[in-house]
């Protein structure tokens, strides 16, 4: 089951694309996060939200918003290394992989049939309640305005 406004965030940690472990609702303390799950890294679609995602995280640093993005694949960290410097992207890369999905399904996205992540975006506020959380068809490009605008009402 997906997870819903009001439900407590996950407390889990995750290998990011440089080498780092993150913890996913472990952000500064005054800091909102968004957490975008992706299916597959260097598919189209996923490459259009990871732009657009980078783009939006430019956009609340520069009017001083304190959201930060997270964007979760069951890919290795070594294919979320590479898609980065492929990119050239500032975005946080957490990789999913092992155990394959933990992350995945405790947020309520996890394709148990193809074994992939599905396209989930979560709000996590400073205080790791979930804000806002939707999911959409693996094959639907997501607009994420409305995930920042409930980042920024969560501050």
């Known amino acids: 089951m997906i997870l819903r406004p009001g439900d407590r965030a996950p407390d889990l940690t995750l290998p990011d694309h440089l080498g780092s472990v993150i913890t996913l609702i472990e952000a500064a303390p005054l800091t909102a996060r968004v957490l975008a799950f992706v299916p597959f890294a260097f598919s189209p679609i996923c490459g259009d939200e990871l732009a657009a995602l980078e783009q939006w995280q430019e956009q609340m640093r520069k009017g001083s918003h304190a959201v930060d993005v997270v964007v979760v694949s069951t890919d290795s960290k070594y294919t979320l290394a590479a898609w980065a ?32 992540a599905e396209r989930g975006v979560f709000v996590i506020s400073p205080g790791g309640t979930i804000v806002s959380g939707r999911h959409v068809a693996r094959t639907e490009t997501r607009d994420f305005s409305e995930d920042f605008a409930a980042a920024l009402s969560s501050l």
């Open 85 to 116: 410097r492929q990119t050239r992207v500032d975005v946080t890369l957490a990789s999913d992989f092992w155990p394959h999905g933990e992350a995945a399904r405790a947020f309520g996205v996890f394709d148990e049939i193809h074994g992939v």
